[in-house]
């Protein structure tokens, strides 16, 4: 993570904010495109290895041109869908860590198609399927405990629908023949990132381990009617208020403990 915050300070600049606005027209110009003559996706705009390999550049970007799902309905409800889960990312990373995310997203689809056409010459026409998906994923992580309506009906936690999705692309890609694990492997590139860059390791570092079974073992029970603190200036204990808070001082010398109204308008003990 220290890598990443050197880089935002570096190229933070460079961030396109509100980036989501942009990808959400290049969907509502694919559900238009879907709805008209979805041909039109197909030959001009989808990413195509051979195509691009031959210069036809522009795939990179249009092949985004596909919306999350079809039909007028459901379509613009899935425009504001996840406008709004980019845009509550963007709020909540900043502009400079969402944009790495989606175009490290972007970069892996590209990367893909691109390998899949050179290593065994065809071209799939990778759908950004999976970067809708790493898009809810990483809002999922983010917001575990916010509800969906499955069907209308039923609510369920973002974390769920991420585990039930994740297991599926688990699935493909442990069954699938070679096309697939580079397919899923490199399209959801920015969301295995993630995953990794926001897990909490110290909870199986030893040290930390020690650190929290040395904390136990100090922290035990008292027993009962036994106060753990007391100032040495006026004898108040934690008994005497839920708010009282005590420090010793560094500059007294032995183990001398003040509450806050004495910690600094105290005699220092000093030895003769």
Request: aromatic letters at 16%; proline letters at 4%.
């Amino acid at each position: 993570m220290k890598f990443f915050y050197k880089l935002e300070r570096k190229y933070g600049k460079y961030a396109i904010p509100n980036l989501m606005q942009y990808i959400v027209v290049l969907y509502g110009a694919g559900l238009i495109i879907s709805l008209w003559n979805p041909w039109i996706y197909t030959r001009y705009l989808a990413l195509n290895g051979k195509a691009i390999l031959h210069g036809q550049i522009w795939r990179i970007v249009t092949f985004l041109c596909y919306p999350p799902v079809s039909g007028i309905f459901f379509g613009i409800l899935a425009l504001y869908l996840y406008y709004s889960m980019g845009q509550t990312l963007e709020r909540v990373w900043g502009a400079f860590r969402f944009n790495v995310y989606f175009l490290l997203g972007i970069v892996g689809h590209v990367l893909a198609e691109i390998v899949i056409t050179l290593i065994f010459g065809v071209s799939p026409g990778l759908l950004p399927v999976a970067l809708d998906f790493s898009l809810f994923f990483a809002f999922a992580l983010t917001f575990p405990d916010v509800e969906f309506l499955l069907m209308f009906l039923i609510p369920i936690k973002a974390k769920w629908l991420a585990v039930a999705e994740g297991a599926v692309y688990l699935y493909y890609f442990i069954a699938g023949n070679p096309i697939t694990k580079i397919e899923i492997g490199m399209t959801m590139v920015n969301a295995i990132i993630f995953f990794l860059l926001t897990r909490n390791y110290n909870r199986i570092n030893p040290k930390e381990i020690k650190r929290k079974h040395e904390f136990k073992v100090q922290a035990q029970i008292k027993p009962q009617g036994r106060t753990r603190h007391k100032c040495a200036v006026c004898g108040r204990t934690e008994q005497d208020g839920p708010g009282m808070e005590f420090r010793y001082c560094s500059k007294c010398q032995g183990s001398y403990e003040y509450c806050q109204d004495h910690l600094y308008t105290h005699q220092h003990v000093t030895k003769e």
